[in-house]
């Protein structure tokens, strides 16, 4: 079975450019999640979708951050425009949406803003 | 929100036990999770506990005990592979249809030497 995929796995750019993150999911699973792993610590959720619907993201920076999830499949995460602090990995997960509800997570993606 | 507190790092030799303790505080618990994260790589899923008890899975065990608010990971007869990052996580008891948020402690980053 296929993992969640994450592309790109780098990305650099100057502060105060955008960049867009993509994520498609495993197949069959209905929620969506999107974390920012800074050095050091554990993943924090920036959004939660249930199928393309949002449920949660309350820790999302929605001056600048903004997400979404067509046709409940794949995913984009986007910044616009970059700060030095989002340099970070954007890690995506995805889980059933029911049951144990055990969450996949991708490679991520390692963003550095210069 | 969570308040998780986990070890920064530990060391252990080749073929020895080692126990990685979690200890957490929460508005609501629906289940605890270790993963296991190597760097640079995405966090893989270890074990889940949700009642009081041990889950033994191979080498790994994971233990919680809900009153007070503790967890532990046991590694048996460590190979040099598991050198990574181990996290906890406590899920919260969520919103309306959803299972609950992830919250994640910072990691503990296990050197096993040969």
């Known amino acids: 079975e296929a993992g969640v995929a994450q592309s790109p796995r780098y990305k650099i750019i100057e502060k105060r450019q955008s960049v867009a993150f993509w994520c498609n999911p495993i197949?069959?699973?209905?929620?969506l999640y999107w974390y920012q792993q800074i050095l050091g610590q554990g993943p924090k959720l920036l959004i939660q979708?249930?199928?393309?619907?949002?449920?949660?993201d309350s820790q999302l920076p929605k001056d600048r951050f903004s997400a979404e999830r067509l046709k409940g499949v794949d995913s984009t995460l986007k910044i616009q425009p970059a700060k030095l602090e989002d340099s970070a990995v954007y890690l995506c997960a995805s889980s059933l949406g029911r049951g144990k509800n055990i969450q996949y997570f991708g490679a991520g993606t390692r963003l550095s803003v210069l | 929100g969570q308040n998780i507190d986990q070890p920064t790092e530990m060391t252990a030799t080749e073929g020895a036990i080692v126990q990685i303790n979690c200890t957490y505080q929460t508005s609501g618990f629906n289940g605890l999770f270790w993963y296991q994260q190597h760097a640079g790589e995405a966090p893989t899923f270890l074990s889940y506990?949700?009642?009081?008890g041990l889950e033994e899975k191979g080498r790994f065990s994971s233990f919680l005990s809900r009153s007070k608010g503790y967890s532990y990971l046991l590694l048996k007869e460590l190979q040099m592979k598991d050198s990574a990052s181990y996290l906890c996580?406590?899920?919260?008891?969520?919103?309306?249809?959803?299972?609950?948020?992830?919250?994640f402690g910072r990691g503990t980053q296990l050197t096993v030497w040969p």
């Open positions: 979708f249930q199928n393309n619907g949002v449920v949660d």
């Open positions: 996580a406590v899920r919260d008891q969520g919103r309306g249809s959803t299972l609950g948020r992830l919250y």
């Open positions: 506990n949700v009642l009081d």
């Open positions: 197949s069959g699973h209905a929620t």
